[in-house]
């Protein structure tokens, strides 16, 4: 199959069901019945195992799972300089599910150090053999877009400005660092561009005295600037993910609000997009991609249960969305991740799996 590079014709998102081993062990440890260390030990091997299941699968690109998260987004900003995470009122309401109770807040300067995911990343590489291992991390503007103003020391940073500044250069640090980790491949998680296409979370953001369309400038601006100074052989790419927790969601609507911006001005070389469902709206945003490099892998295989879609009915719709995009510039991967959080969604492995090889099957007969 052509284009054996980054990103892949199939790709992947990046979660991947946690292995009852890990859940076991995780409890082991808050009992204080295992060390840290020996957790470690049996995500090592769970890793190897789960690595060696996406190639099995075809896979030309490879992620560890997230197997030593609990969540997508917490463990990666509980290491960053300036932020701690609280027991927060209530969880994130999802369509019919609450998470668990947390939120975080900047309570200092914001800053990128010896970040513990960096050492997990270098793991990943060592025992990823022929594949390109992948790092996913979440986008910065996660971080300011759930609490926003209210959840900024105000004494830290008395200036937003100021603020958004810090947040760029702290994600142009962590790019950095994990390119000098071995990282070729990176990819930043991204809820809140498909929160700015939902009606119902624009009416949220404009109640709590913001303005969505001057969020999606900033956010666009940020992540810009993050990726000021990118070395060439690094690909970056963005999932716009419109929640995924334990098979169910927060925001509907297409990408039309939003495409402009961040398809026409956002300097990443991928956009990770969910279109596994009438939610997500059509393809016609896609014709904002600009003609080159940049690749719109398109997320039509669903993660949230385990009924395994139709190949022709999928090489239909890459055929459909190929009339705003053109095809070389189209990848196919699953809409979302299998575990965003370590609950995980709502299938077993081996469904999880028949997805995997449905992507990679689809992808060889599309572009072989």
């Given at each position: 199959?052509?284009?054996?590079?980054?990103?892949?014709?199939?790709?992947?998102?990046?979660?991947?069901?946690?292995?009852?081993?890990?859940?076991?062990?995780?409890?082991?440890?808050?009992?204080?019945?295992?060390?840290?260390?020996?957790?470690?030990?049996?995500?090592?091997?769970?890793?190897?195992?789960?690595?060696?299941?996406?190639?099995?699968?075809?896979?030309?690109?490879?992620?560890?799972?997230?197997?030593?998260?609990?969540?997508?987004?917490?463990?990666?900003?509980?290491?960053?300089?300036?932020?701690?995470?609280?027991?927060s009122?209530?969880?994130?309401?999802?369509?019919?599910?609450?998470?668990?109770a947390?939120?975080?807040?900047?309570?200092?300067?914001?800053?990128?150090?010896?970040?513990?995911?960096?050492?997990?990343?270098?793991?990943?590489?060592?025992?990823?053999?022929?594949?390109t291992?992948?790092?996913?991390?979440?986008?910065?503007?996660?971080?300011?877009?759930?609490?926003?103003?209210?959840?900024?020391?105000?004494?830290?940073?008395?200036?937003?400005?100021?603020y958004?500044?810090?947040?760029?250069?702290?994600?142009?640090?962590?790019?950095?660092?994990?390119?000098?980790?071995?990282?070729?491949?990176?990819?930043?998680?991204?809820?809140?561009?498909?929160?700015?296409?939902?009606?119902?979370?624009?009416?949220?953001?404009?109640?709590?005295?913001?303005d969505?369309?001057?969020?999606?400038?900033?956010y666009?601006?940020?992540?810009?600037?993050?990726?000021?100074?990118?070395?060439?052989?690094?690909?970056?790419?963005?999932?716009?993910?419109?929640?995924?927790?334990?098979?169910?969601?927060?925001?509907?609507?297409?990408?039309?609000?939003?495409?402009?911006?961040?398809?026409?001005?956002?300097?990443?070389?991928?956009?990770?997009?969910?279109?596994?469902?009438?939610r997500?709206?059509?393809?016609?945003?896609?014709?904002?991609?600009r003609?080159?490099?940049?690749?719109?892998?398109?997320?039509?295989?669903?993660?949230?249960?385990?009924?395994?879609?139709?190949?022709?009915?999928?090489?239909?719709?890459?055929?459909?969305?190929?009339?705003?995009?053109?095809?070389?510039?189209?990848?196919?991967?699953?809409?979302?991740g299998?575990?965003?959080?370590?609950?995980?969604?709502?299938?077993?492995?081996q469904?999880?799996?028949?997805?995997?090889?449905?992507?990679?099957?689809?992808?060889?007969?599309?572009?072989?």
């Amino acid at each position: 199959m052509p284009h054996q590079h980054a990103p892949y014709r199939a790709d992947i998102v990046g979660s991947f069901l946690r292995p009852l081993t890990i859940k076991q062990a995780r409890q082991q440890l808050a009992d204080g019945e295992i060390t840290a260390q020996q957790l470690r030990a049996v995500e090592d091997a769970e890793i190897r195992r789960v690595v060696q299941h996406q190639c099995d699968c075809g896979l030309h690109v490879v992620t560890d799972g997230e197997f030593r998260r609990a969540w997508w987004h917490f463990d990666f900003f509980d290491g960053l300089q300036g932020v701690e995470r609280y027991d927060s009122d209530k969880g994130i309401q999802f369509n019919g599910v609450q998470t668990r109770a947390h939120g975080i807040r900047v309570t200092g300067k914001l800053g990128f150090g010896d970040h513990p995911m960096l050492e997990d990343f270098r793991f990943l590489k060592s025992i990823s053999g022929d594949a390109t291992p992948k790092m996913t991390i979440p986008s910065p503007s996660v971080l300011h877009f759930r609490g926003g103003r209210k959840d900024i020391d105000a004494t830290v940073y008395p200036d937003l400005a100021e603020y958004f500044n810090d947040l760029a250069d702290t994600w142009r640090d962590a790019i950095r660092a994990f390119y000098d980790a071995g990282c070729r491949y990176l990819q930043l998680d991204d809820t809140v561009w498909a929160y700015l296409c939902s009606e119902d979370q624009r009416r949220q953001v404009r109640e709590r005295g913001d303005d969505p369309d001057q969020l999606a400038a900033i956010y666009a601006d940020v992540l810009n600037r993050a990726l000021e100074g990118k070395p060439d052989d690094l690909i970056i790419g963005l999932h716009v993910c419109r929640g995924n927790f334990r098979s169910t969601w927060i925001s509907e609507g297409g990408y039309e609000p939003v495409a402009e911006i961040l398809f026409g001005r956002v300097n990443v070389d991928a956009f990770f997009l969910e279109y596994d469902n009438d939610r997500s709206g059509d393809f016609a945003p896609l014709r904002f991609i600009r003609p080159g490099h940049q690749k719109a892998v398109l997320g039509l295989i669903t993660t949230k249960n385990g009924e395994l879609e139709n190949p022709e009915g999928v090489k239909a719709r890459v055929k459909e969305a190929a009339r705003y995009v053109a095809l070389e510039q189209i990848c196919l991967s699953p809409q979302c991740g299998f575990a965003s959080t370590e609950e995980g969604n709502s299938l077993s492995e081996q469904q999880q799996w028949d997805k995997v090889r449905l992507v990679t099957g689809v992808a060889a007969d599309i572009w072989s």
